[in-house]
């Protein structure tokens, strides 16, 4: 049962509830539910590249820990501490946390890992992608060194093998459907297209009844295509950096809720969108790196689901979509479309 746990799994796959329950069932056995002291220490600790991550877990995680008794708490930034300090002090038995705000509550003397014996790393390559690193190998040296770990990533490259390494020297290794071996629900079409045509293909696109994700390469081109979209009568919102924490969760609520059909996002702010029916994403601009477009195609298709991914490029640009096509493993359907056409029309239906 503390066996560590290398875990190389696609978002959507069912993981949170695959750690959470055996998590919540290891606390138990050290008697954990008797344990009801004011201002004991957190037992243990998932961590998570963003806070709509976090929330998510402990959406998932909290359930079946309050039907035995133990209570969670999430910790991220982006708003005001003190509830999460106030949580701490009452006693906390699982810390849901985004790397950041939990160094900083540490720095502050207000939080102790050392009693920590269950340590799960989710989404492992995105927390190394946004800088993480050293943060979390700062706080992984922080709890206890006999714990279990485990350690979920898409993708086993440079940073995540660091933390492999150093904290998982030998461990089970699951596949759990790696986000480039995923492609068996999802289908990858490469739309060539002139330039002029972008606003008009993506309006079309979006016209379909399922829930629909772009993704846009800046701010200003989010905001606008999400307006555009309005205007044309299609109900749609964006995601992007520039909004506070509250605005975020309430725009993506308004896609979860399907009170809005359509959301436009940037690459970081994607990062912590997990809705399991979107049906169809649309890449208004071409990723530059292939882990970007696994990363963005692993919004679709999720739980076995299946999902469409069009990626909307000029002629100029084709020689560079193969390249990244062929490093992500990806085979692709590639044709020549323009605004009012067949092929954009059966897309839009999917």
């Given at each position: ?60 995680v ?31 038995d699982?810390?849901i ?33 946004l800088?993480?690193?050293e943060p ?74 399922g ?7 800046t ?20 995601l ?95 044709v ?15």
């Amino acid at each position: 049962a503390g066996r560590d746990v290398l875990g190389r799994g696609r978002t959507g796959s069912g993981k949170t509830i695959a750690f959470g329950a055996p998590l919540v069932e290891r606390l138990l056995e050290n008697d954990g539910a008797k344990n009801r002291k004011m201002g004991r220490k957190p037992r243990a600790l998932i961590l998570a590249p963003t806070r709509e991550l976090a929330m998510q877990i402990d959406r998932t995680v909290q359930p079946i820990a309050r039907s035995v008794g133990l209570f969670t708490t999430t910790i991220f930034g982006g708003v005001p501490q003190f509830k999460q300090v106030g949580a701490l002090q009452r006693g906390v038995d699982i810390l849901i946390a985004t790397p950041g705000r939990l160094e900083d509550l540490i720095d502050q003397g207000r939080l102790d890992l050392s009693e920590i014996v269950v340590t799960v790393l989710d989404e492992a390559d995105h927390m190394c992608d946004l800088g993480f690193l050293e943060p979390v190998q700062r706080i992984l040296r922080q709890v206890k060194k006999d714990g279990q770990r485990l350690l979920f990533s898409a993708t086993l490259d440079k940073g995540v093998a660091t933390l492999v390494n150093e904290f998982l020297p030998s461990p089970s290794v699951h596949e759990v459907a790696g986000e480039d071996q995923a492609s068996s629900t999802i289908d990858h079409r490469v739309l060539l297209i002139e330039q002029r045509d972008k606003a008009a293909i993506i309006e079309q696109l979006s016209s379909g009844e399922g829930k629909t994700l772009i993704f846009a390469r800046t701010r200003a081109f989010a905001e606008q295509l999400a307006d555009q979209l309005e205007d044309a009568g299609i109900p749609a919102t964006s995601l992007h950096g520039d909004l506070n924490q509250a605005r975020r969760t309430r725009n993506l609520q308004l896609l979860t809720s399907g009170k809005v059909r359509v959301l436009v996002a940037t690459d970081v702010a994607a990062r912590g969108i997990h809705v399991d029916d979107i049906g169809l994403v649309i890449q208004a601009d071409a990723p530059d790196e292939y882990k970007s477009y696994l990363h963005r195609a692993g919004r679709t298709g999720r739980a076995g689901k299946q999902g469409t991914v069009v990626t909307l490029i000029t002629k100029a640009r084709r020689r560079r979509m193969d390249d990244l096509l062929g490093r992500a493993e990806i085979t692709a359907t590639t044709v020549m479309a323009a605004a009012g056409d067949r092929v954009i029309a059966d897309l839009a239906r999917v």
